[in-house]
């Protein structure tokens, strides 16, 4: 019996994703170890046995995931705490969320700020799920590579009473092209994907967002500029899934970040790579760099980015677990 060159090739691109999986694991484990020896060894109070984790969605138990999806829902049913002289747009608990990421977008982003500050922000985000909606888990992650060559087929997204909704309806629609603002022409391309409209199925299908755009230019259904995106705008939640930027979310490229050796190299290669790689696979509300959290998708993909900053972090802990670089300004501009 005789092979295709096709088949070979498949066979060969199997190979080489388990190796890189296989690499990557060995990494998760020995910086696992290292921060159980670590929780163990410190004095303050925090240990293996009661330490909070964060697991990936697919390993949750049916019942954990509909409590998490009520949860998000409460959050969406609760009065917002932002003013609305302040925030016009706001009808949500939710939206004050999306709120503050749109007004905080040009001090945390492109700069040393970007990691402490969302894993701030997701936190708080976990603590009103459980505080406020009897939520008694913690937020889950999307580890990306499992699913990186079919992105729709994660448990995650697959438009089941158990996801957080699907893919948008396939709608007809243009590439996602914009420039980053005072970024001296930085330029993001998103080719049109698989979606492009409304979420049709799952518990968030319909789902209004309240808040944004901010990038007025993109050339998404519903996608008209709001001025600062804190105005009142509802229409529907977009995605525009496919697996045109999930490769950037492979396992080499995670191995590659837990491999780095400084925190410089390391957030660059993460925002550059992963960060950017699985806001544009999930795409519509999540191509927006200001807007994104109005998806529950959001922290999702955050928890992950925090997984892996925490994982290069154990690495070395004595010198990873509190070095940073990177100045507190956009590009590292002052900007008008």
Not at 32 to 38: D, G, K, R, V
Not at 144 to 166: E, K, Q, R, Y
Not at 184 to 203: E, F, I, R, V, Y
Not at 278 to 307: C, E, K, M, V
Request: with cysteine.
């Amino acid at each position: 019996m005789k092979f295709s060159t096709t088949v070979f090739a498949f066979l060969g691109l199997l190979s080489s994703v388990r190796a890189d999986e296989a690499a990557f694991r060995a990494l998760e484990k020995q910086s696992n170890l290292l921060q159980l020896q670590a929780l163990n060894a410190s004095q303050t109070g925090c240990t293996s046995a009661n330490v909070a984790v964060r697991r990936e969605w697919s390993t949750l138990p049916t019942k954990e995931k509909h409590s998490y999806i009520n949860a998000v829902k409460c959050l969406r049913r609760l009065p917002p705490l932002n003013l609305p002289s302040l925030v016009p747009g706001v009808r949500s608990r939710f939206d004050d969320y999306q709120a503050v990421h749109i007004n905080s977008t040009f001090i945390i982003h492109f700069n040393g700020r970007f990691l402490p500050w969302h894993r701030y922000f997701v936190s708080v985000y976990e603590q009103a799920l459980r505080s406020q909606c009897n939520y008694t888990g913690y937020q889950p992650y999307w580890e990306w590579s499992t699913f990186a060559n079919d992105p729709v087929a994660s448990p995650l997204f697959d438009g089941s009473n158990t996801s957080i909704s699907g893919n948008g309806a396939k709608v007809p629609h243009d590439d996602f092209s914009y420039t980053i603002p005072y970024s001296g022409g930085l330029h993001n391309t998103c080719p049109a994907q698989d979606g492009g409209g409304c979420l049709t199925t799952g518990p968030f299908a319909n789902l209004t967002v309240n808040l944004g755009p901010v990038n007025s230019n993109a050339s998404l259904p519903g996608w008209v500029g709001s001025g600062t995106g804190l105005d009142y705008n509802p229409r529907c939640l977009t995605r525009d899934m496919g697996s045109y930027w999930s490769n950037y979310t492979g396992w080499d490229n995670v191995t590659t970040l837990l491999e780095a050796d400084d925190f410089a190299t390391f957030a660059t290669l993460l925002t550059q790579g992963v960060h950017r790689g699985g806001h544009f696979t999930i795409g519509g509300l999540n191509n927006d760099l200001f807007t994104s959290p109005g998806d529950p998708a959001f922290f999702f993909h955050h928890a992950q980015i925090d997984r892996i900053w925490t994982l290069w972090q154990n690495l070395n802990l004595t010198k990873r677990g509190t070095e940073i670089a990177g100045t507190s300004t956009w590009f590292n501009c002052m900007h008008s």
